[in-house]
């Protein structure tokens, strides 16, 4: 692992130190809740990332905190695993990010009670095409809508620096989740 890997990964993790450290809650409580899963496509914006493949699939897990960084909205942390949906090695990207979401008030037209929102985040993306893996700064946005009590519907945008292989992780993902 490279050093700057490594201080992102402290990063991220003292971000989230610092949402836990906030709350009076001494309780574990193991029941699945404030997580979502996510499943769906990844559309490359990257040249060099097309190369290794048009169209990735992706799963992922946001686990939402109960401490809110920034009022009027939600904070969670999204971990992601896009693959190649074509056969082959070294087509892999890990994004990593802290996230806030905010909803608009606007009411769904699929579910009543339903809330559209949209999202932004940092983290890092850790790419693994061509042969060799880094980690590069991450940004990634997007909207969404709920679908019914648990199911939601979003788009991403994602943006991040070039590797060391000149690859980077600009893509546009459709997504389908579930939250508990």
């Known amino acids: 692992m490279t050093k700057k890997f490594m201080a992102m990964a402290l990063a991220t993790i003292g971000i989230v130190g610092g949402a836990f ?22 559309f490359p914006l990257d040249d060099n990332l097309r190369e290794a493949s048009d169209l990735f699939g992706a799963i992922g897990l946001d686990y939402e905190f109960k401490t809110q960084l920034l009022r009027g909205s939600t904070t969670y942390f999204s971990a992601e695993w896009w693959f190649r949906a074509s056969n082959g090695d070294n087509g892999n990207v890990f994004p990593l990010a802290i996230n806030q979401r ?13 809330r559209f929102y949209f999202f932004a985040g940092i983290g890092a993306a850790i790419i693994d095409v061509a042969g060799k893996s880094s980690a590069k700064w991450m ?18 945008l994602t943006w991040s620096d070039e590797s060391s292989t000149k690859v980077s992780a600009n893509s546009v993902g459709v ?6």
Request: proline share 5%; charged share 15%.
């Open 139 to 156: 940004l990634r946005g997007g909207i969404g809508t709920e679908l019914g009590p648990n199911v939601i519907a979003e788009g991403v």
């Open 175 to 180: 997504y389908l989740g579930y939250k508990f």
């Open 21 to 42: 450290a906030q709350s009076d809650d001494t309780s574990i409580d193991a029941t699945p809740s404030y997580l979502t899963f996510r499943g769906g496509l990844i």
């Open 102 to 114: 905010w909803y608009t008030g606007r009411q769904s037209p699929y579910y009543e009670g339903g």
